[in-house]
């Protein structure tokens, strides 16, 4: 869906719909390079750009990213590309619950569509435990 990037996905889920942008693998830049394996860089982009008013992400963008990076750094084999790196953006089109999920299913299929070697693939679910009160 995007010309630029290597790879890219929209994926939706009831509500939620994120938009993954894959580039590379490609040359590390040399103060992040290692030489042993490819680095997976995430950047992940709420729905309405920055953080209101203060210009940076929240904690919660920074978290999902942390998230989302051991998850691929998990299923990429990253010995194949040393010196290398994977960026994945994830752009937030729209969110009802289901965000990091999502996320989790659109930054795959990126990948997928990139043509990166995984060991496996990853699906993502939220599922919510709702009690109801007996009257």
Request: proline content about 4%; overall charge negative.
């Amino acid at each position: 869906t995007l010309a630029r990037a290597d790879g890219s996905a929209t994926w939706s889920q009831e509500q939620s719909c994120v938009l993954a942008a894959v580039h590379g693998p490609r040359q590390a830049h040399l103060a992040r390079e290692d030489s042993e394996h490819a680095i997976v860089e995430v950047v992940f982009k709420p729905r309405n750009g920055l953080a209101k008013g203060s210009g940076i992400q929240t904690d919660k963008d920074r978290y999902f990213e942390g998230i989302v990076r051991r998850a691929l750094e998990g299923i990429i084999p990253l010995s194949m590309h040393p010196r290398c790196s994977i960026m994945v953006t994830l752009q937030v089109l729209q969110d009802d619950g289901a965000l990091l999920s999502c996320a989790l299913n659109a930054a795959v299929a990126a990948l997928a569509d990139a043509g990166v070697p995984m060991t496996t693939m990853l699906a993502s679910t939220t599922a919510a435990l709702v009690m109801i009160s007996p009257e």
